[in-house]
Structures are given as structure tokens and as C-alpha cells.
């Protein structure tokens, strides 16, 4: 986003600011900066009153005991699995249909459109107990398959798509007819070129719904084959207080790779985040 | 809805035939992958929850299920646990939604200065969009520890139980840890408003003499209500259905106080293993979900100031 100009203030009155600004981020960034802080302590020094907030003679082995006591490389990798999975097929899905709804004439457009949109309106609670039966029916229970198929497709993705890819001139198509591109020429030499920003968006907002995803996996799987990161913290979370140094740093894994990730598309976080709230 | 215009095809009204049935064709194959996944996990599931609340659940899981028709949704809709779990749904909403929405515009107007290193205080402001509401709740967890933890200790708790234990305690605690898990997000959506508002709108109002707080009750508010009206509505939303907070910090507990509506669904399916009760209180979560849903499409245009 483009920084907006503001006129410059008084010196008085940049030092207040800078103030304000210390404060709130002392009051957000506490609990990340403790669990980092903590992460270091032995337990001991973590249960010790006055309580030390400092790292004053950090101990590095409870990231290790992280992935060696507690499977954390085997959620991080099943995370990774389910959630580019996920990103990607509804990333493809998601440009077809909202292609086929921006572009193309066919009987029930309007109605099979519709239908995308109620779709988008159903929280995934409302669906959670017949789809576990779904899942169990197709013996998915407890496997990848299990934890990515419903999220194939995005009621979301193809409204969003389809309201960007309707913004682009007709003139573009009728031209690409006349040089005789086809349909799914157009749509990858095109129209998916012209939309990367918003499909940018669109992806990261995926990436980002996938990795949190908790209720589902917790319901649709019981073994740490296939378990999620998110899980894995359920798991972590009842380690006992002896182990809290392991607890702190296990988190701090957990989260690294989404705001490593989160710092490099900063940009398609933020489009996506706001898509729909801010007109225009 | 607009409706895009046809492409003019050229040649003999035969060939424009069948051209249109190949375009017909094309395009049923590209809207498949999608309709076909949200008509098995979107549409039939959620015709079924409603179908499965007719049904009794067995008193042993191996026999078969008993039709009792609307009769469970009257006996589940007026039971003490389902009243009881939307009565705190309801205050977890009023204890999260306009606490989140003031705290997240208050570090998007205290981050909207040109001021050198503002970089830094906008990431940390954003920083908890990376932490998942599993990663805070974990964290909290911890650190409301009445042995151990840091908070428990600053707030004068020596052993006991610990506030997430607490009767009157655990739910504020829960609110607080999803009012500062929200925060990255309501801070980048209100953030984005922010900036979007014209420079010349404020310099005005600054030239006619109006003060700080004037300029942004007058000038700042209304353009922003309309984000403001999106963030209450997706607040409530995500607030009618946070579950990982409550499955880590207290499973529901003490003694069902922190229970809302979607635990005591999670309740009903996985440990009394009754999808009947199970599906009416998620076909009551779809409705009054569907109705918040109506009433933001429905006053959107009307009640909120467009710019």
C-alpha cells in the first residue's frame, strides 16, 4: 500500500508519539517477547521468583528437544502436505470456475453461480458431523486424503476471482477470438498474467486458512502420521510444567515458517486480508 | 449482477450453434472441480445436519438410531446446556468483538504517522496474524499457569486453580487471549482504511481549524465506518465459532463455564457420541450465522457512510 503523506510535527509532539507507539508495542509484543525469552530459560529459572525476563544465559537444547521429544518435524512436514495442497487445488479451481462464471455463456450460469455464493456462506461447523461421516464412509479417516478433499474448492476464491476477472476489458477477449486463442489459452496467457495480484491475495489467504486449520483435522484424524501442526501443539500443550522451556520453544517453531512467509508477502497478506472491507 | 457480454461470433447460424454447444461444454468443465466438491462437502452436508437432528441417537452406539422427527430439535433447542452455551456464546462475542475493534484502531491511528522506524512498530502491531490461534493459546496456556506462570504471578495467584480454572475468571481470560490473537488482523484491516482516506479531506478540516479529535470524529470516523461495520461483522462471526482457544486453554471448563455453542456441539459428537444433538445445535449455529450474515447485506448500503 502507498504510504500516504502526512505533514511532519512538532518535535514535542514526535516524541509523544514515539512514546504511545513504545508502549502499545511493549503491551502486543510481550507474549511473543516472553515465549522467545522463555524458550531459553531452564524450567527452573522459568518457575523462579522474581521471574527473570531476560535471557541471561541461554540454553539452545530445548529447540532440539522440540523435534527430538515431540514429533514437531513430522507436524510441520504433514502441515506442509495438507496445507500447499489445499492452497494450490483451490488456487486452480477457483480461477476455472471464476473464469467459466466471468467468461463464458453456458445454461445455469446464473443459478450454478449462486450456488458458489450460498456455499461461501455456510460456515464449515454447519457441515462438520456429515462430513466426518463422508470421510468414514470413504475409509479417508486419518489420512491426507481425508484432511484435504473437502477444501478442494473456495466459494470464496471464485466470488473474489471472478469480481477481478470481470474488470478487465472485453475488447481483450474479443481480440484473443479473433487471433484464434482458445479459452484456456486466453485464461493462462491472459487473464491469469493480468490478475496476479489478486490471485497473490487470494493464494495467501488460502495458505494462511489452511495452516490454522484446527476443528477438522482434530475431528477427521487420531494419529501423528497425518496430524497437523495445530494438533501437534494440542499435544505439546500438555507436556507439564517440568517441560515448559520445550513448550515455549515449540511454539516458536510452529509459528516461524507462517511469519517468515508472512514477511515475504506482506503485500498479498494485507489485499487479502481487506478484500471486501475497504471499497474500491 | 452484471452479466458479461456475449462474445460475437462470426459464420453461419449453424456453426454459431456449434460453437455455443462446444462453449457450453467448456464451460460446465471448468465450473466442475468446484461445484462438484462444494455439492458433496458444502450443499449435501448441509441439507444432512438438518435431516441427522431428526434422529435420536441409540442409548448403546451400536444399535441403530431412532427417528423422532422436530420432536429433538424442541427437546435440544430448550435444554438448560444448549440455552446455557448460546447465553455465553453471546457475552464471549460482547467481551470480544468491540474490545478487539477499539484496541485494533487504536494501533492503526497511533501507527498512521510519518515518522522514522514506523516500519518496525507496524510489524509488531501485524505480528499476531502469524501466531495461530493454537500458537496463542498454547502460549497463554503456559504463561496462566498458577504454578509457573508469569501472569498468574503478576496478578497475585499462588497455586489454586489459576484464573483459567476460575468460575468467573475463565472466560474474560479466554476473550482476552482471542481479543489479542484478532489484534494483528483488525490492526491491518483497520490500517488499510486508514490509508485510503484522502490527505485533502483532513487538510481541509485542519484549515477550518478543527482539532485532532474533531478531525477524526468528523472526517475520519464516517469514512471508516464502513471497515469498521466489516470488522464487527466478521468479529461476531469468528467469535461464534472460535473453538481452538477453548479446546486448549480449558476444554470447556470449569464445570462447562467457558462451554459455547460450538464446543458443546464438539462435546455432543466426540465424547457423548450424539450427532442428533450434535446436528441441531449446528443447524441453530448455521441460522444465527445466516441471519448475521443477512443483516450485514441488508443494512451495508444503507446504515453506512460511503465515501
Known amino acids: 500500500m502507498a504510504e500516504r503523506r502526512r505533514p511532519r510535527t512538532g518535535p514535542w509532539r514526535r516524541v509523544g508519539r514515539y512514546g504511545i507507539l513504545c508502549v502499545l508495542a511493549v503491551i502486543v509484543g510481550f507474549p511473543v517477547y516472553i515465549t522467545v525469552v522463555n524458550a531459553l530459560l531452564t524450567p527452573q529459572a522459568i518457575a523462579g521468583r522474581p521471574p527473570t525476563l531476560f535471557p541471561v544465559d541461554p540454553h539452545w537444547g530445548s529447540f532440539g528437544q522440540a523435534f527430538s521429544d515431540f514429533h514437531l518435524g513430522l507436524y510441520l512436514r504433514n502441515s506442509a502436505i495438507v496445507t500447499l495442497t489445499i492452497t494450490v487445488a483451490e488456487l486452480v479451481t477457483a480461477v476455472l470456475a471464476a473464469y467459466a462464471f466471468a467468461f463464458m455463456t453456458f445454461p445455469f450460469r446464473r443459478t450454478l453461480f449462486l450456488v458458489c455464493l450460498a456455499a461461501l456462506m455456510v460456515p464449515m461447523e454447519a457441515t462438520l458431523i456429515p462430513n466426518r461421516q463422508t470421510i468414514g464412509t470413504l475409509h479417508l479417516f486419518d489420512t491426507f486424503p481425508g484432511l484435504i478433499v473437502p477444501f478442494l474448492a473456495s466459494g470464496v476464491g471464485v466470488f473474489l476471482l471472478r469480481q477481478a476477472f470481470l474488470q478487465l476489458p472485453r475488447d481483450l477477449r474479443d481480440a484473443a477470438t479473433l487471433d484464434g486463442l482458445g479459452h484456456l489459452r486466453f485464461l493462462v496467457r491472459v487473464v491469469v498474467p493480468l490478475n496476479r495480484p489478486i490471485i497473490g491475495a487470494f493464494g495467501v489467504y488460502a495458505f494462511l486458512s489452511a495452516w490454522n486449520q484446527y476443528l477438522w483435522p482434530l475431528i477427521a484424524s487420531n494419529s501423528d502420521k497425518v496430524r497437523t501442526v495445530q494438533i501437534g501443539l494440542r499435544q505439546l500443550n500438555s507436556l507439564g510444567i517440568d517441560r515448559t522451556n520445550v513448550i515455549f520453544a515449540g511454539t516458536i517453531l510452529a509459528a516461524l515458517p507462517i511469519f517468515v512467509l508472512l514477511l515475504a508477502f506482506q503485500r498479498q497478506l494485507v489485499r487479502g486480508l481487506t478484500a471486501g472491507a475497504v471499497k474500491g | ?307
Not at chain 2, 70 to 92: C, E, I, K, M, W
Request: glycine share 8%; aromatic share 12%; hydrophobic share 50%.
Open chain 2, 1 to 307: 449482477m452484471t452479466d458479461p457480454a456475449v462474445v460475437e461470433t462470426s459464420g453461419s447460424p449453424r456453426r454459431r450453434r456449434h460453437r455455443a454447444g462446444r462453449e457450453a461444454v467448456a464451460g460446465y468443465l471448468f465450473v466442475l472441480p468446484t461445484l462438484a466438491v462444494l455439492a458433496l462437502f458444502v450443499v449435501y452436508p448441509l441439507a444432512r445436519t438438518f435431516w441427522l437432528g431428526l434422529f435420536r441417537a441409540p442409548p448403546f452406539p451400536t444399535l441403530p438410531s431412532k427417528f423422532v422427527g422436530a420432536s429433538q430439535y424442541g427437546s435440544v433447542l430448550s435444554s438448560h446446556d444448549f440455552l446455557a452455551s448460546l447465553g455465553r456464546t453471546v457475552v464471549f462475542v460482547v467481551l470480544t468483538v468491540p474490545a478487539g475493534l477499539l484496541l485494533g484502531l487504536a494501533l492503526a491511528v497511533a501507527a498512521d504517522a510519518r515518522l522514522k522506524g514506523i516500519r518496525i512498530f507496524r510489524t509488531i502491531f501485524s505480528s499476531t496474524v502469524a501466531t495461530s490461534v493454537a500458537v496463542a493459546s498454547v502460549i497463554f496456556t503456559t504463561l496462566l499457569n498458577p504454578t509457573v506462570g508469569l501472569f498468574s504471578y503478576w496478578l497475585g495467584i499462588k497455586g489454586g486453580n489459576g484464573v483459567l480454572m476460575n468460575n468467573t475468571w475463565s472466560l474474560p481470560a479466554v476473550s482476552t487471549v482471542t481479543v489479542w490473537q484478532n489484534l494483528g488482523f483488525t490492526f491491518i484491516l483497520m490500517s488499510a482504511a486508514l490509508q485510503s482516506i484522502p490527505e485533502e479531506l483532513l487538510e481541509a478540516a485542519r484549515i477550518d481549524g478543527a482539532t485532532a479529535w474533531g478531525r477524526f470524529r468528523a472526517v475520519t470516523l464516517p469514512l471508516l465506518s464502513p471497515t469498521i461495520f466489516f470488522a464487527v461483522v466478521v468479529g461476531i462471526i469468528s467469535s461464534f465459532q472460535a473453538f481452538g482457544q477453548i479446546d486448549l486453554l480449558t476444554q470447556g471448563g470449569p464445570a462447562g463455564h467457558t462451554q459455547t455453542l460450538i464446543y458443546f456441539l464438539y462435546q455432543s459428537f466426540t465424547v457423548n457420541h450424539d450427532p442428533g444433538t450434535a446436528s441441531v445445535v449446528a443447524a441453530a449455529l448455521f441460522v444465527i450465522l445466516l441471519v448475521v450474515t443477512l443483516v450485514q447485506f441488508r443494512f451495508v448500503e444503507k446504515r453506512v457512510f460511503y465515501g
